[in-house]
């Protein structure tokens, strides 16, 4: 069998005491997120990963979670082209923070995070973030 890579994470919006501001940003991230490609089109992100919720009450109280999931065939080589696509899912939306986890049968599980420098992101910004990531390693004693 071959080596099997699993991609999750999610996306957070920002609180705001605006209820017209909240729902256009959610608004707008629903339609880039709907203009993901889909099916056998996606060779990286798809619409099939991505997941929200949207009902006030219902997960949702203040801040917009997008949550994403997906496994890969040894994604790890083609790495780079997973996060610049991810970025440039990133300009798109509405976001503050985001963080990606990956784990790989080969090497271990990493951690990667970005935040946006001014404590968010619209989709007219360039995208200036602060990113850090991190390994899991096995510890042996």
């Not at 729902?23 to 339609?31: G, K, M, Q, V």
């Not at 986890?101 to 200036?128: A, C, I, M, V, Y």
Request: charge should be negative; proline fraction near 4%; glycine fraction near 8%.
């Amino acid at each position: 069998m071959e080596s099997e890579s699993l991609v999750y994470g999610c996306i957070r919006d920002w609180p705001s005491a605006d209820p017209e501001q909240r729902r256009l940003r959610r608004a707008s991230n629903r339609r880039e997120l709907d203009a993901l490609p889909q099916g056998d089109a996606w060779p990286f992100l798809g619409r099939e990963m991505f997941s929200f919720c949207e009902t006030p009450g219902q997960g949702l109280y203040q801040t917009q979670l997008i949550h994403f999931g997906a496994s890969y065939l040894a994604v790890e080589y083609e790495w780079k082209l997973w996060v610049e696509q991810f970025e440039a899912l990133l300009r798109r939306l509405y976001w503050a923070s985001a963080v990606v986890h990956l784990e790989t049968e080969l090497n271990g599980t990493h951690t990667f995070r970005w935040e946006s420098e001014k404590g968010f992101h619209s989709p007219q910004d360039s995208l200036r973030v602060r990113c850090a990531w991190e390994r899991e390693g096995n510890l042996h004693g």
